[in-house]
């Protein structure tokens, strides 16, 4: 949060003055300029929140807000924390049964990313994408099927999002997310909301065609216009190096050309 405020979780029961013993992992903040330490999941009454605690939190990219979310009976809660006023806002909510992976939150958290099993049975359900708009107030799965009627029909992790929540970067080993896509390899998928589109980031250089070999976790800017990921696919740049695992910066005017370059 612009290098003032650090929070973490811990399932510490004296860590603040007003702890009530309650073992679980809760969400804190230490603000370094004075060394305050506050609890951030806790009731109006100052009590921790109950359950198995908080498992997912984060700043938004303007260091403004506070994400956290906490678990309830059927699903999961995501608040937020207004850092200037202390004021807490429930802003979505999750029913599922399955624990999602941390959530992603954009300036201002008007929009929200992560990556979860869909559906509550774990034999058949499959980790996807999720991304949720406070102007459809709506949950919608991101990493589907080129056409829309499916779920991707492999496993997909989210990598990132834009400050301005209009970009969605994440991996899947699925092939039924753009046209084209057959190896089945990990690649990297941007989700634009503006274009409505799932787009096939990790091209081979020159071509519209995937990449040839895996590709693995990776960062988007703030801005939504650069992304360094890590990759054995040589093919990603024409100075590849054959099956080997480098670190590449990809800008993302590749998706306006597709030169390679």
């Known amino acids: 949060a612009g290098g003032s405020q650090v929070a973490f979780r811990t399932s510490a029961t004296d860590f603040v003055a007003n702890a009530d013993g309650v073992y679980s992992q809760q969400a804190y903040r230490i603000d370094l300029t004075s060394l305050q330490r506050s609890r951030v999941s806790e009731s109006d009454a100052g009590q921790s929140t109950a359950g198995d ?3 997912s939190l984060a ?6 807000e506070l994400l956290f979310e906490t678990a309830r009976t059927g699903g999961r809660d995501y608040q937020v924390l207004n850092l ?4 807490r806002e429930l802003r979505a909510s999750l029913d599922t049964l399955q624990v999602p992976g941390s959530a992603v939150p954009a300036n201002g958290t008007a929009n929200i990313a992560l990556d ?3 559906g509550d049975d774990v034999a058949t359900s499959r980790r996807q994408v999720l991304g949720w708009r406070q102007v459809s107030g709506d949950w919608t799965v991101i990493s589907g099927s080129a056409d829309g009627s ?3 029909n492999q496993l997909a992790w989210l990598e990132g999002v834009s400050a301005d929540g209009g970009r969605i970067l994440y991996r899947s080993l699925s092939d039924n997310l753009v046209a084209g896509d057959d190896n089945r390899a990990g690649d990297l998928f941007l989700h634009d ?7 096939l980031v990790t091209r081979a250089a020159g071509t519209l065609n995937p990449s040839r070999a895996h590709s693995g976790q990776a960062v988007l800017t703030a801005d939504g216009q650069k992304i360094i990921v890590e990759s054995y696919a040589g093919d990603l740049s024409n100075h590849g190096s054959g099956y080997r695992r480098n670190i590449y910066s990809l800008s993302l005017n590749i998706l306006a050309d597709s030169d390679g370059d």
């Not at 909301?193 to 787009?199: D, K, M, P, R």
């Open 84 to 87: 200037a006023t202390g004021a």
């Open 53 to 55: 605690g908080v498992r």
């Open 59 to 64: 700043f938004t990219p303007d260091g403004r």
């Open 150 to 152: 499916a779920f991707g």
């Open 116 to 118: 979860s099993f869909v």
């Open 193 to 199: 909301s503006g274009l409505g589109a799932n787009i």
